[in-house]
């Protein structure tokens, strides 16, 4: 599982109101990535990290903010939720030696109602 | 930026029988291709991956194949088993920009006994 954890694992929240959504990660992986994963889009990239502080947009990143302080935390923020932010947030880390690819933390399932 | 298209989106095989599943990419500087597995309710993995200096890679039962030229890479599974019934996903980045990983919208796979 390459040490990765997502948390929460299911949040269910309100339209307007602001969510964290935290990825950890115990190997001291340099590039970090959020994904939302919708029925019929795949998986989508919404921001990624190169390293403490360096982060970028990816193809779906508005309404959408991250940080990362640490190299094991890069935090998901939705500064005020919609409906359509409604989906399965994917974090993934990217191996280094010996640990080629991208691979998926568990996953939330965030609910906008 | 990438485009990634993935056909068939549901693909029905007798078990023991062969399924392939092809991608095309529009970015030709495109230079990495992995394939993912996400049974239901689980993360994606990472079953098998090819860069583009390598026409073909086998894994057992797995094999994906690439043509540069005409810029799409397919994924053989061999003697099909009930447990290879998953969603499929093939990707495409470069490796040298953050390894942004733009995904095809998924194959769903089932094998029958």
């Known amino acids: 599982d390459a040490g990765i954890t997502q948390s929460p694992r299911h949040k269910v929240t309100e339209t307007g109101t602001p969510v964290t959504l935290r990825c950890h990660q115990t190997e001291n992986h340099r590039y970090m990535y959020w994904y939302r994963q919708d029925p019929g889009h795949g998986l989508r990239l919404i921001h990624y990290?190169?390293?403490?502080?360096?982060?970028d947009k990816g193809e779906v990143s508005d309404g959408y903010s991250v940080s990362r302080s640490k190299t094991e935390d890069f935090l998901l923020t939705l500064e005020s939720a919609t409906s359509s932010q409604t989906s399965v947030y994917f974090c993934a880390i990217k191996g280094g030696a010996g640990l080629q690819g991208q691979y998926f933390g568990p996953g939330t399932r965030l609910t906008v109602t | 930026g990438e485009n990634v298209e993935q056909h068939p989106s549901t693909l029905s095989v007798q078990e023991g029988d062969s399924a392939v599943i092809k991608c095309t990419y529009s970015?030709?500087?495109?230079?990495?291709f992995p394939w993912y597995k996400q049974e239901l309710g689980k993360r994606p993995q990472l079953i098998i991956d090819i860069r583009s200096n390598v026409g073909e890679k086998k894994d057992q039962r797995i094999a994906v194949t690439l043509n540069k030229t005409a810029k799409h890479f397919s994924l053989h599974i061999t003697e099909t088993q009930p447990e290879d019934s998953a969603v499929y996903f093939c990707?495409?980045?470069?490796?040298?920009?953050?390894?942004?990983?733009?995904f095809g919208e998924g194959t769903q796979l089932t094998v029958n006994p």
């Open positions: 990707a495409a980045s470069q490796e040298t920009s953050g390894s942004r990983l733009t």
């Open positions: 970015d030709s500087a495109s230079n990495y």
């Open positions: 990290s190169y390293g403490v502080k360096d982060t």
